[in-house]
């Protein structure tokens, strides 16, 4: 089993839509959640921190459940901006991060 | 305020060459990591460096080395190159009390022929 896995994507929607990502992480002991954003060719940028609470950033709402090691990201009212690769990243106990393959977001007009 | 900055941006080798790729870390931090971006696949950990020191490695073999200056910059050297380590190569910096607050460099973009 990958350390982190995210949904394969692509993910094509139109502007205006609400479109959800997904990831489930092996290692239970994980502290440190996150996702990133990572433009083509640029690189990975922090989106947001993710905690147990759950936790908002204007459009974007990230969510961590840790019984079931799964970890979300929402956006909502998508803008043509947002298209990217989303990367569903966790702590390591190494000092390292982790990242999922990444799941790409295309939003059309 | 400097980010990350990474030198050269593009480089081409030939299999068996030796490359070093530079970093110099965002202002204030003191710890280096380094990782591979292969073409759709998420970045991987190489290596750690913290005080001039190696701190932690991800299962990279010994052809990938590294170095820290006391300035805090860092290179990485990768030996004896392959086909199969043409990707990205990300520097990200960090304080090794926030070490999971980790600023990314654009990276050095490594073709190898």
């Known amino acids: 089993r990958k350390e982190v896995e995210q949904d394969p994507g692509p993910f094509n929607v139109p502007e205006g839509a609400t479109v959800a990502f997904n990831c489930t992480y092996s290692n239970s002991a994980s502290q440190s959640f996150f996702w990133y954003r990572q433009d083509c060719r640029k690189e990975p940028k922090l989106l947001m921190s993710?905690?147990?609470s759950g936790n908002e950033d204007g459009r974007f709402t990230a969510q961590l459940n840790r019984a079931s090691q799964y970890i979300s990201l929402l956006i909502r009212d998508s803008k043509l901006s947002d298209s990217a690769t989303y990367l569903c990243?966790?702590?390591?106990?190494?000092?390292?991060?982790?990242f999922g393959k990444g799941t790409k977001l295309s939003v059309k007009p | 305020d400097a980010g990350v900055t990474q030198s050269p941006t593009h480089l081409i080798k030939t299999r068996g060459q030796q490359v070093t790729l530079r970093c110099s870390p965002k202002s204030g931090h003191d710890t280096v990591s380094w990782y591979q971006q292969a073409l759709g696949q998420g970045p991987q950990f190489i290596f750690q460096?913290?005080?001039?020191?190696?701190?932690q490695r991800g299962n990279f073999p010994d052809r990938f080395s590294g170095h820290q200056f006391p300035n805090y910059s860092s290179e990485l050297n990768v030996n004896a190159l392959l086909l199969g380590d043409s990707a990205l190569y990300l520097c990200?910096?960090?304080?090794?009390?926030?070490?999971?607050?980790?600023?990314f460099g654009p990276g050095t973009r490594l073709t190898v022929l």
């Open positions: 990243v966790v702590g390591g106990s190494q000092g390292n991060l982790i």
């Open positions: 460096y913290y005080e001039e020191e190696e701190r």
């Open positions: 990200a910096s960090s304080l090794q009390l926030r070490w999971a607050a980790q600023y």
């Open positions: 993710v905690y147990s």
